[in-house]
């Protein structure tokens, strides 16, 4: 039987930094993955660009179609809005987590009814008008609960059943209202009518409360408890209410019938609702 090795503590005690021999980690199949995935990769792309079955000209011909530029164009803008939107109403959410503020109204709550600039609906007042239609609404919003209300007294009075279809974009919305997989679109009245008229391929035939068919929502903004500044922003905005002014922007944005009578302070509440 050997001896074990004996260390040599007094040699490797003695040694420095400038006499020990650093050697780098060695990892083979490291390069080797690495040198099988560049030669796959090399492959793919050698596919992609000489095979003929791809017919470049016709991709390109397509993909530089004015049809499909407008719709990216647009999508662009839909989401630019959205992150917009989607700060401003974070930071007012914010906000209102933060303190108690008082609130002023200044525009009616409303949803709409958009359908193809060349549908054969012309209006829509009631449940019983989307009986059987097609229709696209956002999830988990408070026009979904509103039209599956709807839905139920359809039902309920042995109309057919209204067909929900949901869309995360809203240029897969718009997409499927133009090529007639949707009839009706139920969303805020504010986008709505802005996509109607810069678009010209929709019409609005109805709107109705974001309240609900009983109660007319109040759309508010709201200040710092305690600033003083609500009261001075709620008569400024009842003196552009009264000389005509704020009826001109609403008209301008396609909002006329957003506008309120007069601008309130902490106007009652919604009444809350279960489940």
Known sequence: MSAAPVLDKTAADDAT????????ARHPWRWAATAVVLVLLAMAVNALVTNPAWDWPVVRRYLFHPSVVD???FTVELTALGIVLGFVLGTLLALMRLTRVPLLTYRLDQLAWEVPKDSKITAISAPADIAGLNVSVGSGTNQ???????DRQNRAKGLKPIQVQYYKQ??????ALKSGRVDAYFGPNPTAAYHAAVSGD?????????????LQGLIA???KKGSGVAEP???????VIENGTYAEVLKRWG???EAVPESLLNPPGLPRTSG
Not at 144 to 150: A, R, S, T, W
Request: hydrophobic share 45%.
């Open 17 to 24: 930094p400038e006499t020990l021999r650093v050697v780098q």
């Open 71 to 73: 719709a990216v164009l």
């Open 144 to 150: 979904e609960k509103i039209l599956l209300d709807g």
């Open 170 to 175: 809203a240029s897969d919305t718009y997409l």
């Open 202 to 214: 929709t019409k609005i035939v109805g709107t109705l409360s974001g309240a609900g068919p009983t």
């Open 221 to 223: 903004a709201m200040t």
């Open 233 to 239: 922003v709620r008569d400024a905005l009842n003196v």
């Open 255 to 257: 909002l006329a019938n």
